[in-house]
């Protein structure tokens, strides 16, 4: 029981990586908040959750709204009274070369991926503060490290959250806050699902790593985990790969 009694908010909950968390946390016995733009899945999860004997509660963020992350704060602490964990997961994937993006899109993959975490961090870091205890975890991606043939807005809003890490960790440490990255490589979830959906595809994906074969959820669930908990109580501001050795090459 890793996370008994912390209570842990979950962005882009009802994802693949998003879903494997609240799951995995709701069997370490944390109190789970299930924060989603997408009401239906997120009910569901939070309800299954709870009808399993675990505590969950779903609440409706979009996370590049400002007024949403006040709600989800205000929400959280009158059902919960307290905020140990924030995971930054929410995001959206856009393949398009540079010469293709558009400012639009550009702006759009920025306001989620990265000022969302900045939202959020913002949000509950007076709470935290206050009890002088907490952790924070920024999803970022390999894409933030490596560059490719496709993409381009999206490393970039990646590659933010890396530098948001260390800043806010710097400035949080003394409050006894730990704000740390994971850097998943490619993971078999919706995101990617047409990279990865012609066996071609695949096959090129899977010959890049190390391990061979893609990440699940679940394994970026547990390294999650790790930094959530009390276990990793003396890392902070890092950044944690979970590729399968694709970037070690
Ligand atoms: N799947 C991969 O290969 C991979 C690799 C590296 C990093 N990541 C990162 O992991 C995180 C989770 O990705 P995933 O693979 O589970 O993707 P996913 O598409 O399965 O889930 C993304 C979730 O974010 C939610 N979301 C989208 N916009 C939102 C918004 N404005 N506010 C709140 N929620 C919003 C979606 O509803 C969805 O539940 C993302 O930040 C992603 O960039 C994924």
């Known amino acids: 029981m890793r996370l008994l009694n912390e209570v842990v908010i979950v962005t882009g ?3 693949g990586i998003g879903d494997a968390q609240v799951r995995l946390f709701a069997r370490e016995r944390a109190k789970v908040v299930v924060a989603d733009i997408n009401e239906d899945k997120g009910l569901k999860l939070a309800n299954e ?3 399993g004997g675990g505590s969950a509660l779903f609440v409706n963020l979009d996370v590049s709204s400002g007024s949403d992350w006040n709600s989800l704060v205000e929400i959280t602490l009158d059902r919960f009274s307290k905020i140990d964990v924030l995971v930054n997961n929410a995001g959206i994937y856009r393949t398009e070369s540079i010469q293709e993006e558009n400012t639009d899109d550009w702006d759009r993959v920025m306001s989620i ?7 959020g961090t913002q949000a509950v870091i007076n709470s935290m ?3 002088k205890k907490g952790s924070i975890i920024n999803v970022s991606s390999t894409t933030a490290l490596v560059g490719s043939w496709r993409g381009g807005a999206y490393g970039a809003s990646k590659a933010a959250l890396l530098s948001l890490t260390k800043h806010s960790s710097i400035q949080n440490a003394k409050y006894g806050i730990r704000i740390n990255a994971v850097v998943p490589g ?8 047409k990279n990865i959906s012609d066996p071609e595809g695949r096959a090129l994906s899977e010959s890049r790593i190390l391990l061979g074969r893609l990440g699940s959820p679940s394994e970026v669930a547990y390294a999650i985990l790790y930094l959530a908990s009390d276990d990793s ?3 902070t501001g890092t950044e944690l790969l979970v590729d399968g050795g694709l970037t070690a090459q």
Do not use: C, D, H, Q
Request: charged share 20%; no cysteine; glycine share 12%.
């Open 13 to 15: 909950a009802t994802g």
């Open 49 to 51: 959750i709870s009808g």
């Open 113 to 119: 991926n990265s000022k969302g975490a900045f939202l």
């Open 129 to 131: 503060r206050a009890k």
């Open 186 to 193: 490619p993971i078999e979830t919706e995101m990617i699902s």
């Open 233 to 235: 109580r003396y890392v």
